[in-house]
């Protein structure tokens, strides 16, 4: 998952001018879609990831990369974020 996420950012950072927006899931998928965002955010180009689900419902991998990004500096979550609906949180480039 760590390294699908990697490649995942290397690949949008080749074709890419501008944010990122990732969509991610739960399980694996979501676990990769969450770590890419995180790759991308520490090269400095803005991300904004949005959850299929709300946070405290998310299992496996993509639990894990939720909780690991949280404890960044460039993850900073909007004030609008609600726990009932599925979340969007934006990764900062800036630390």
């Not at 690991?68 to 900062?92: G, L």
Request: proline share 5%; with cysteine.
């Amino acid at each position: 998952m760590e390294n699908a996420g990697r490649i995942l950012a290397w690949h949008v950072r080749d074709v890419g001018n501008g944010e990122a927006i990732i969509v991610a899931g739960n399980g694996g998928n979501g676990g990769g879609g969450l770590a890419c965002a995180r790759h991308l955010a520490n090269r400095g180009i803005p991300v904004q990831v949005v959850l299929d689900r709300p946070a405290a419902e998310l299992s496996g991998d993509a639990a894990h990369q939720y909780t690991f990004s949280t404890k960044w500096d460039s993850f900073s979550p909007p004030a609008s974020i609600r726990s009932q609906t599925p979340a969007t949180r934006r990764y900062s480039s800036t630390h």
